[in-house]
């Protein structure tokens, strides 16, 4: 059974602040996707790690992982902080009908997993959650994910039970963008947060860490646990 932390002391309030300027530093990397010049491409971990030696942006303090149930892509319900207790696991927000950010991003920590040893793989959860459940069926969710992995989970819901769990990461609500045609694209954090054996996330991981960096970090966290030193 994993060993929890107890939960920050700060006053919600200036919890919830000190996130913000953090997330604030991140906030080129989330937008609609495919804008790219509205968006840019977001900040960049290369050549400046966290201290311990990450390619994360380590997060003060740390972001508790949600403790809310949605719909996995078989349809059935996921308590998100019990079914991946004792489990390394990353979070991304996005949608299927992203263009670029969003398989990017998944497809960058596929390579990785591919990289670590099978034991290290076998403690790393990847969980992707839909910002466009309109058109994120669960049985779409699951057709895309496998084209990457097909252990990585792929969680929808109500509008009303994203937003709570959005809410909870500190995360703008979701805003669709007209992109003519009927089509839309979704503003969205393009992220991924990275939440340890006690159920928060110390390090959020932008755009741009190379499949490499993701693997070293990624065996470091599954072996070692979190630490800043």
Not at 16 to 24: D, F, G, N
Not at 82 to 87: M, N, Q
């Amino acid at each position: 059974m994993s060993e929890r932390r107890p939960r920050s002391l700060l006053p919600r309030r200036r919890r919830a602040a000190a996130i913000a300027l953090v997330l604030a530093v991140l906030a080129l990397a989330g937008a609609a996707c495919g804008d790219r010049a509205s968006t840019g491409a977001g900040p960049s971990p290369q050549g400046a790690m966290s201290p311990g030696g990450w390619s994360g942006a380590q997060v003060t303090p740390a972001i508790h992982k949600p403790d809310v149930t949605l719909v996995d892509s078989s349809g059935a319900p996921f308590s998100l902080r019990r079914a991946t207790d004792g489990y390394v696991t990353l979070l991304y927000v996005g949608y299927t009908h992203c263009p670029d950010v969003c398989p990017l991003q998944m497809a960058t920590v596929a390579s990785a997993l591919k990289k670590v040893p099978p034991d290290v793989a076998a403690k790393i959860k990847v969980v992707f959650l839909t910002a466009d459940p309109a058109r994120d069926t669960p049985a779409h969710l699951r057709e895309w994910l496998d084209r990457f992995n097909p252990s990585f989970i792929g969680l929808t819901g109500s509008q009303a039970a994203i937003g709570a769990a959005l809410k909870a990461l500190y995360m703008a609500p979701v805003q669709k963008e007209d992109l003519g045609g009927g089509n839309y694209g979704v503003s969205h954090a393009a992220y991924v947060l990275a939440f340890t054996t006690d159920d928060l996330a110390h390090l959020i991981y932008p755009e741009g860490v190379t499949a490499d960096d993701w693997a070293r970090d990624l065996e470091k966290l599954v072996r070692r646990g979190w630490t800043d030193q």
